[in-house]
């Protein structure tokens, strides 16, 4: 298992460095001058100058990007342009709104779509099969920022139960602590700003988890009736063994592993999906800190974003492929 | 025993009709069993008809602005409203699903062809030029998909054509890792070694013999992908990176409209709705073609 792992670990390196030429490419790939494009037609020759300097398009390809691969290995993801800050210590705050996010989407998608997969299953060809296999379906077909959309619509607008913008109230700041507002209420003992966080959390996160939920749903149906048809599920009933449990012990371990790999897949796409629904719901996330840079063409930023967003959904993957072995005994590590 | 009571039709086929005819055949009698796919495919020709004669259709021009009739409700004269510009949704839903269609086609056929040619030389040549082609898809898999699609257009600009460029690389490697897994496993068949041993050309071996071989699952896979293609586009279009207002593209006409949600809702539900109902169409028909055309692909 270990020296599975390292290998596993080590054919990461070519992966990785290929991402960072591809986001080094990024600014190379501006057709024209990318200190012009950046700037606006209207800039002077001197600030194109100076731009060119302080991203250090002045020097050779190779050497640019070696520097910038430095700088990554070092922690530093460069300056904004728009408003000269460091990247590295803007990130963080934005990257764990959206792994708070994610995270919250992520509970409700394998809670919701396992079950639905299973009794599903269970229920082969029931009504409760049908809608459940219809509703996936319109799920995985649905653009999640039109269901952002109608959500706010439905529960800000016309209900008015839950609030549909934002991390927060705008009267109110979170003390941060980890920047995971669940956490730092609750470390901070404000229970008032807890529920406050949650209610903030509700509609993002169940738009987030829709393609997710839909899909597990999907896998877990199918893995699920795949084994029930097996032998020792037959033996198990046999022996007077109580369906619930036939079901949610015996045939769901061995079902898990496809599960298992959509849900690792899921994990790291709801990073890249986070985008729209950050975009809808004002979530000040990574997706979000992304799309601002679009629209002031803050390549840095974008370049930064792009890298952190896609090294964590490769690291999801990678640690997905471990967790394989410890659900699945017969897997042999090589 | 209804497979083999098949099979055994299929080989009488064989004789009268020849391989391709009966291959068709076979197809379609498995496919029009499945009710969804027939369902699926219907919604896919109905949308094909609307963008095909989207000019008959489509009561009033794409860009026939009114502004006395600023965001009506669904009436008998605007079956589903009017826009902020007193525009006809209806008609620009019709014509929306030209580009739509558009973008899913052309993206997933041009990755059909880059990721087969590439797929095609890393399985049949092998060694170096294989790891380095694998390798290649390997990083662009390493990206999100609409992540990297939107790396792709801040470079080349927001525009329709250049998010359909973007949506088209990132979809190469997907074909080119299914066409590169099928060439491995065609490739040790025998009939190819007996083809070798004959002197055939790599070429034509390529041409008759594999390319043929990995054409079910890319058509399967095609079908899915223009599925995910549109639901991009209508991502990109919505974070101002697709296509450009006034085009009536669905995602486009969805973010122009989200301000006026409150006051009109059907300005957001239409546009919103067109879009569902075709990925439905393109899901269901893909899973019925997988059915039908590669039963191992199932799961």
Known sequence: MLSYSVKRLLMLVPVLLGMTIIVFAIIHAIPGNPALTILGTKATPEAIHNLNQSLGLDQPLYVQYFTYLKNILSGHLGTSIQDNTSIASEIWPHLAATIELSFVAMVIAVVVGINAGIISAWKQNSVFDYAAMIIALIGVSMPIFWLGLLEQWAFSVKLNWLPSIGRTDIITTVQPITNLYLIDTLLEGQFAQFWMVVRHLILPAIALATIPTAIIARMTRSSMLEVLKSDYIRTAKAKGEHMFWIVYKYALKNAFIPILTVIGLQTGLLLGGAILTETIFGWPGIGLYVYNAIQYRDYPVIQSGILVISFIFVMVNFITDLLYGLFDPRIKYR | ?299
């Open chain 2, 1 to 299: 025993m209804s497979q083999s009571v098949q099979n055994g039709a299929a080989k009488d086929l064989v004789k009268e009709k020849g391989p391709l005819a009966s291959a068709l055949t076979d197809f379609w009698r498995a496919f029009r069993k499945n009710k969804p796919a027939i369902v699926g495919a219907g919604i896919v020709l109905f949308f094909i008809v609307l963008a095909v004669f989207a000019r008959f259709i489509a009561p009033q021009g794409i860009n026939d602005q009114n502004i006395n009739i600023r965001l009506e409700p669904p009436s008998a004269q605007h079956w589903l409203g009017t826009d902020d510009f007193g525009r006809d949704i209806f008609s620009r839903i019709v014509f929306g699903a030209q580009l739509s269609l558009r973008v899913g086609f052309l993206a997933v056929i041009g990755s059909i062809i880059f990721g087969t040619l590439l797929g095609v030389i890393a399985g049949y040549f092998g060694k170096f030029i294989d790891t380095v082609i694998s390798r290649f898809f390997d990083i662009l898999l390493a990206f999100p998909s609409i992540l990297l699609s939107i790396a792709i257009v801040s470079v080349l600009g927001p525009s329709l054509n250049n998010a359909l460029v973007a949506i088209a690389i990132v979809n190469v490697p997907v074909f080119g890792r299914l066409v590169r897994s099928r060439v491995l496993t065609v490739k040790e068949e025998e009939y190819i070694v007996a083809a070798r041993s004959i002197g055939m050309g790599n070429t034509r071996i390529i041409f008759n013999h594999i390319l043929p071989n990995s054409f079910a699952p890319v058509i399967v896979q095609g079908t899915l992908n223009i599925a995910t293609a549109i639901l991009d586009a209508a991502g990109l279009g919505f974070l101002g990176m697709g296509a450009q207002p006034p085009q009536p593209e669905w995602g486009t006409m969805l973010s122009a409209s989200r301000q006026y949600i409150t006051n009109a809702p059907w300005t957001v539900l239409f546009p919103g709705l067109a879009i569902v109902l075709v990925v439905v169409g393109f899901n269901l028909m893909g899973d019925g073609l997988r059915d039908a055309l590669d039963p191992r692909m199932k799961n």
